[in-house]
T-cell receptor, first 114, second 114 residues
Framework: ETGVTQTPRHLVMGMTNKKSLKCEQHLGHNAMYWYKQSAKKPLELMFVYNFKEQTENNSVPSRFSPECPNSSHLFLHLHTLQPEDSALYLC?????????????FGPGTRLTVL | AQSVTQLDSQVPVFEEAPVELRCNYSSSVSVYLFWYVQYPNQGLQLLLKYLSGSTLVKGINGFEAEFNKSQTSFHLRKPSVHISDTAEYFCAVSDNSGYSTLTFGKGTMLLVSP
């Protein structure tokens, strides 16, 4: 049973839509992450938040906008996406953003952009 | 910067046979190394990690890995696989400052058949 939940599990949107992905962790962690997982490519880190402060933005296009209102919740706001943005978006959390800490992953949101 | 190479995109094996999944990394500094597993329709789960100390690391589900600094490798092994081990396996590396992010390999799909 994962301590990290993501909603929705599946999302289909047009290029002009605005939608949001939600992640919640029940583990008492202080760091949260967004990753993009595309077929046949390594997991791509998008954003890192540590104690609600963004500490990493991995050159992500501005059509992806993260929000971290508290240490338990993380959102990814989406607008004017492109078909190549279709992928599995994974949220993770860890005790802190130090890399030796285990990251706990949610099940992901499967996003399809038409 | 670090990089990870998982040469095998897919490894087919029969049940109860041994298996080795290969991982090589590149880094100019000392590293932390990780293996994560992703079962179908789930997020990633930590199998094992090497931070320091003994180069032979034991993880969950009977898996183990050996850190070989001279060969810059961290291969994952299991002496006898089960059908339930069918999943995708990801090797990841970070530098040992604790402040860098994880770099993941492309993954190896382990296919266990009866």
């Amino acid at each position: 049973e994962t301590g990290v939940t993501q909603t929705p599990r599946h999302l289909v949107m047009g290029m002009t839509n605005k939608k949001s992905l939600k992640c919640e962790q029940h583990l008492g962690h202080n760091a949260m992450y967004w990753y993009k997982q595309s077929a046949k490519k390594p997991l791509e880190l998008m954003f890192v938040y540590n104690f609600k402060e963004q500490t990493e933005n991995n050159s992500v296009p501005s059509r992806f906008s993260p929000e971290c209102p508290n240490s338990s919740h993380l959102f990814l706001h989406l607008h004017t996406l492109q078909p190549e943005d279709s992928a599995l978006y994974l949220c993770a959390s860890s005790l802190s953003s130090n890399s030796y800490n285990e990251q706990f992953f949610g099940p992901g949101t499967r996003l399809t952009v038409l | 910067a670090q990089s990870v190479t998982q040469l095998d995109s897919q490894v087919p094996v029969f049940e109860e046979a041994p298996v080795e999944l290969r991982c090589n990394y590149s880094s100019s500094v000392s590293v932390y190394l990780f293996w994560y597993v992703q079962y179908p329709n789930q997020g990633l789960q930590l199998l094992l990690k090497y931070l320091s100390g003994s180069t032979l690391v034991k993880g969950i589900n009977g898996f183990e890995a050996e850190f070989n600094k001279s060969q810059t490798s961290f291969h994952l092994r299991k002496p006898s696989v089960h059908i339930s081990d069918t999943a995708e396996y990801f090797c990841a590396v970070s530098d040992n400052s604790g402040y860098s992010t994880l770099t993941f390999g492309k993954g190896t799909m382990l296919l266990v058949s009866p």
